[in-house]
């Protein structure tokens, strides 16, 4: 099982880099950067934080620490939204 999944009523769409989740219940939309949007596929295809940081490093030019509070925060924001659930609760 993956670390991350769409929420239930947000759909994810990816085009030049750039993500775009509709929340089809608010009627709105967020914006992900292109390393956002990098985050959130490489969390959402990953099954630990772990995992998606060791991949992140492999992509992105920043330091791991960089890397461990960035995903965080994102995590937080979306899933804080609802647009993101994290299935690894237990982990």
């Not at 390393?35 to 030019?61: S, Y």
């Amino acid at each position: 099982m993956s670390l991350l999944q769409l929420g239930n009523d947000a759909i994810l769409d990816t085009t030049d880099g750039v993500g775009i989740i509709l929340d089809t219940r608010e009627g709105v939309y967020f914006q992900l950067n292109p390393t956002a949007t990098l985050m959130v596929q490489t969390a959402m295809t990953c099954e630990t934080e772990a995992e998606a940081l060791r991949q992140l490093e492999q992509r992105i030019d920043a330091s791991p620490e960089q890397l461990r509070a960035g995903l965080t925060k994102l995590i937080g924001q979306l899933t804080e939204h609802r647009l993101l659930a994290r299935t690894d609760a237990a982990r």
